[in-house]
């Protein structure tokens, strides 16, 4: 895929840098030459200093032929600028944009476009631990998949990464240990206290579940 990120501060560098590993074609844009220095030396990707509305500056770069645009700035007004710009303008296919006030959000979604916000995965994840006091805390859903965070727990300890994806239905996307977050490869085997994020299928949740011995009240 051929991705525009605009915006090159925690987000947007991590989310470059993830890409650019996955062989991803990856072009950065933002105003400050200097936050380039977050993507460190394995990123191969095409950094661009100015704005990411910029006409001419989006040409350059091959807006046209973008799959997908994320705006992931620091700034609302900036992101829903070029947010816009993007699919009204360039018609990306897929355009994303981050939005730190959640009574924007409206706005956003009036407008077509898909929204990232911090703010509401953040309430919405407390929400989750105090209330449902599950195994899982819900960091983000759509109508088909949700991302997970769960303790490894139970069956899980000892088995691998391997053993326990269920494609179509349940994928561990990364695992977080005391030594830090890692990227699981096939055959990492999980420990006590690790806490997996994974994607799974919203209508197949409570199969999950079950399969992983991880009911409500289960320890």
Do not use: W
């Amino acid at each position: 895929m051929y991705v525009i990120i605009v915006g090159c501060g925690r987000v947007g560098s991590e989310l470059a840098k993830i890409l650019s590993n996955e062989g991803h074609n990856v072009v950065v844009i933002d105003k400050n030459p200097a936050s380039f220095d977050r993507l460190g030396g394995t990123f191969n990707g095409l950094t661009m200093v100015g704005n990411g509305f910029d006409l001419e500056l989006l040409k350059q770069v091959g807006v046209e032929k973008a799959d997908a645009f994320c705006a992931v700035t620091n700034g609302d007004n900036t992101n829903l600028i070029s947010a816009q710009v993007a699919k009204k303008i360039f018609k990306v296919p897929k355009v994303l944009a981050r939005v730190y006030d959640p009574q924007r959000a409206h706005i956003y979604a009036a407008l077509g476009l898909d929204i990232i916000s911090g703010t509401m995965l953040f309430a919405s994840m407390l929400r989750d631990k105090i209330i449902e006091s599950r195994f899982t805390s819900y960091l983000i859903e759509t109508k088909e998949l949700g991302v997970i965070e769960l303790e490894a727990k139970n069956k899980l300890i000892g088995k691998t990464i391997e053993e326990i994806n269920l494609p179509g239905e349940f994928l561990v996307v990364a695992i977080r240990r005391m030594q830090g977050d890692i990227i699981p490869q096939p055959q990492t085997v999980l420990k006590a206290k690790d806490v997996l994020m994974a994607v799974v299928k919203v209508a197949n949740l409570e199969n999950i579940r079950e399969k992983f011995g991880l009911k409500e009240g289960s320890r």
